[in-house]
């Protein structure tokens, strides 16, 4: 898997990647594996950055958008399938303003606009068909979109009034429309506008209200709902009753989620420790609620995939945990972790972002 970590835009951003690089997806111009991180050429203008399935995607502070890995479907958007191992810019325009990506790419433009390419075997593009772009394809003609999050197969958005939409793959009710239909064009969930931040994962959904309460919907075969149980919902259901949920991030069979209070917490599977708890494999290993990460009050950010995890403190500190392979952890091994561990001794990583295969691509401040 691979990881994205952002820093604000006020400061200079260097890009930084390691773990797997079967498909050059760590940028640096060559298929060899890293186990500790390495910098992506010597530009310090990279200011938005995200991972999906072996491709990133990357915003520079001047709105152009740039892309490399893995490109099969065409996720890269450079009117092509062919894999780059170097950051190659998407087409010319100057005002990207998100981006999210994994087996398809979705966009939000400064306009407020919503583009799609790659993958559309379920409608996933929300462009009313399952035909797939290599290039970027605005979805209608709306231009209220807020935050978008692309999920294995299918999307959620929130608009600015708060309302949320899904469209794409829906066999375990991952789109929370109260049915197991796929949508190739945006349906709205429920008639609520207070939805405020939204997480797809593999074939789950999750998302915060702005009352700080944090619903989950989807698959739910290792109780990465965090509901207690391990029954499939097809329609939004509350975690717990508590209201103080500041993030949560997904992208497999497990969730990770930071509260108010700086406490940190996960839930679903662990077969390689990838919940921090301290424990892996067994079955029992897995949980179906959320469970306290430690006792450390400092967590600001935390990012998921199917195998591992990483997070940064407030102290700007860079930790990691779970699977191993290919050096995934950025800590010059191969050695799997069920409890966090420190990567080297820096204290300028500023956020997050990450896929669901082996290999991390991180923004520093500097």
């Given at each position: 898997m691979y990881y994205l970590i952002?820093?604000?835009?006020?400061f200079n951003n260097i890009l930084w990647s390691w773990g797997q690089n079967t498909y050059g997806q760590l940028g640096l111009g060559?298929?060899?594996h890293r186990s500790s991180p390495v910098q992506v050429g010597s530009l310090a203008n990279w200011s938005n950055v995200v991972s999906g399935y072996n491709n990133s995607l990357v915003i520079k502070t001047n709105g152009s958008l740039w892309s490399w890995g893995y490109n099969t479907e065409g996720q890269l958007g450079l009117e092509d399938v062919n894999?780059?191992?170097?950051?190659?810019?998407v087409g010319s325009d100057t005002d990207w303003k998100q981006i999210s990506?994994?087996?398809?790419?979705?966009?939000?433009?400064?306009?407020?606009?919503?583009?799609?390419?790659?993958?559309?075997?379920?409608?996933?593009?929300?462009?009313?068909?399952?035909?797939?772009?290599?290039?970027?394809?605005?979805?209608?003609?709306?231009?209220?979109?807020?935050?978008?999050?692309?999920g294995y197969y299918h999307t959620l958005m929130v608009k600015t009034d708060g309302t949320l939409w899904s469209f794409g793959r829906n066999n375990s009710g991952q789109l929370g429309l109260g049915n197991i239909v796929n949508y190739s064009s945006p349906v709205q969930v429920g008639a609520l506008t207070n939805w405020k931040s939204v997480c797809g994962s593999y074939y789950s959904s999750y998302i915060i209200k702005t009352d700080g309460t944090l619903w989950t919907w989807g698959y739910n075969g290792y109780g990465q709902l965090g509901l207690g149980d391990r029954v499939h919902r097809s329609s939004p259901v509350q975690v717990g009753a508590?209201?103080?949920?500041?993030?949560?991030?997904?992208?497999?069979?497990?969730?990770?989620?930071?509260?108010?209070?700086?406490?940190l917490w996960s839930w679903g599977i662990n077969t390689y420790g990838q919940l921090g708890l301290g424990t892996a494999s067994p079955t029992s290993a897995n949980k179906s609620s959320p469970v306290q990460v430690g006792s450390l009050t400092d967590w600001k950010q935390v990012r998921c995939s199917?195998?591992?995890?990483?997070?940064?403190?407030?102290?700007?500190?860079?930790w990691a945990w779970g699977n191993n392979d290919q050096g995934r952890l950025g800590l010059e091994d191969i050695a799997h972790r069920s409890s966090p561990v420190q990567v080297g001794a820096l204290t300028n990583w500023n956020n997050i972002k990450l896929s669901i295969l082996n290999e991390s691509v991180v923004l520093k401040r500097i």
């Amino acid at each position: 898997m691979y990881y994205l970590i952002n820093s604000r835009k006020s400061f200079n951003n260097i890009l930084w990647s390691w773990g797997q690089n079967t498909y050059g997806q760590l940028g640096l111009g060559d298929i060899v594996h890293r186990s500790s991180p390495v910098q992506v050429g010597s530009l310090a203008n990279w200011s938005n950055v995200v991972s999906g399935y072996n491709n990133s995607l990357v915003i520079k502070t001047n709105g152009s958008l740039w892309s490399w890995g893995y490109n099969t479907e065409g996720q890269l958007g450079l009117e092509d399938v062919n894999h780059r191992s170097s950051p190659v810019q998407v087409g010319s325009d100057t005002d990207w303003k998100q981006i999210s990506c994994g087996l398809h790419s979705m966009a939000i433009k400064t306009d407020g606009t919503l583009w799609s390419w790659g993958q559309n075997t379920y409608g996933q593009l929300g462009l009313g068909d399952r035909v797939h772009r290599s290039s970027p394809v605005q979805v209608g003609a709306l231009t209220d979109w807020d935050k978008v999050s692309s999920g294995y197969y299918h999307t959620l958005m929130v608009k600015t009034d708060g309302t949320l939409w899904s469209f794409g793959r829906n066999n375990s009710g991952q789109l929370g429309l109260g049915n197991i239909v796929n949508y190739s064009s945006p349906v709205q969930v429920g008639a609520l506008t207070n939805w405020k931040s939204v997480c797809g994962s593999y074939y789950s959904s999750y998302i915060i209200k702005t009352d700080g309460t944090l619903w989950t919907w989807g698959y739910n075969g290792y109780g990465q709902l965090g509901l207690g149980d391990r029954v499939h919902r097809s329609s939004p259901v509350q975690v717990g009753a508590l209201d103080d949920w500041n993030m949560v991030s997904s992208y497999g069979y497990c969730a990770l989620a930071i509260k108010t209070d700086g406490t940190l917490w996960s839930w679903g599977i662990n077969t390689y420790g990838q919940l921090g708890l301290g424990t892996a494999s067994p079955t029992s290993a897995n949980k179906s609620s959320p469970v306290q990460v430690g006792s450390l009050t400092d967590w600001k950010q935390v990012r998921c995939s199917n195998y591992h995890t990483l997070a940064i403190k407030t102290n700007g500190t860079l930790w990691a945990w779970g699977n191993n392979d290919q050096g995934r952890l950025g800590l010059e091994d191969i050695a799997h972790r069920s409890s966090p561990v420190q990567v080297g001794a820096l204290t300028n990583w500023n956020n997050i972002k990450l896929s669901i295969l082996n290999e991390s691509v991180v923004l520093k401040r500097i």
